[in-house]
C-alpha cells in the first residue's frame, strides 16, 4: 500500500480505483446530507449521489481515468482525492504542465480533522514528484464562499471564475516547486 501517513499513524492514503465506486459514492452521499442539513444545496443538490445514474456515471468514469487516492483513519475509508494532468471539461487548461485536483471529498459521517489537508498535500507532494509546479483545483463558489476560503487556507490563489449553468465555480492554483 502506497502509505502518506500521520505521526499517530492512524491515517493512511492508499491507491484507490474504480473498485472504491461504492466507498466514494458514499462519501459524496454524506457530504450533499451534510450540506444540505446546513442549508447549503447549492454545491451539490439535495438528493444523493447514489440515487443518480448520471452522477454515479460521471464518479465512475473520473475514478477510471484519474489517480485515486483513498484516506483511510483506522483502516476506514475517510476522504478520496483524484488527480488528472488536465482540469475538467467546463475549466479551461492552464497552458504549461499542471496537475487538477478532479475530487476532494471527505466522508461527514466520519468527520476526522486534517483528511482534506493530508490529501491536498498528498497533491503536493505528487504534483512536484512527476517534475510539475503547478496544481490546481476548481470548486463550487456560490452560498457564503467557504470552500473558496477552506482552499485559501491550504496555499491556494484564487485565478478564474466560471458558471456551468447557473453553477458558480472558482479555479484555485498552488505552485508547488
Not at 144 to 153: H, P
Not at 155 to 166: A, I, L, M
Request: hydrophobic letters at 40%.
Amino acid at each position: 500500500m502506497e502509505i502518506s501517513q500521520r505521526e499517530d499513524g492512524r491515517l493512511a492514503i492508499r491507491k484507490g480505483g474504480v473498485e472504491d465506486l461504492p466507498v466514494v459514492l458514499a462519501m459524496l452521499d454524506s457530504a450533499v446530507a451534510w450540506l444540505t442539513a446546513r442549508g447549503r444545496p447549492g454545491q451539490w443538490g439535495t438528493e444523493p449521489f447514489s440515487t443518480r445514474p448520471a452522477s454515479v456515471g460521471k464518479v465512475r468514469g473520473n475514478l477510471a481515468s484519474t489517480t485515486v487516492r483513498i484516506a483511510e483513519y483506522d483502516g476506514i475509508p475517510v476522504g478520496t482525492l483524484t488527480l488528472a494532468p488536465r482540469p475538467s471539461e467546463y475549466v479551461e487548461p492552464a497552458g504549461e504542465p499542471e496537475v487538477f485536483v478532479r475530487l476532494l471529498v471527505t466522508d461527514r459521517r466520519r468527520a476526522v480533522p486534517g483528511v482534506g489537508a493530508a490529501l491536498l498535500a498528498y497533491a503536493a507532494r505528487e504534483t512536484r514528484r512527476q517534475g510539475v509546479d503547478l496544481l490546481r483545483v476548481d470548486c463550487y463558489a456560490g452560498d457564503d464562499g467557504r470552500l473558496v476560503a477552506y482552499y485559501r487556507g491550504q496555499g491556494f490563489v484564487p485565478t478564474e471564475t466560471f458558471r456551468v449553468g447557473d453553477w458558480p465555480g472558482q479555479v484555485l492554483e498552488r505552485r508547488v516547486g
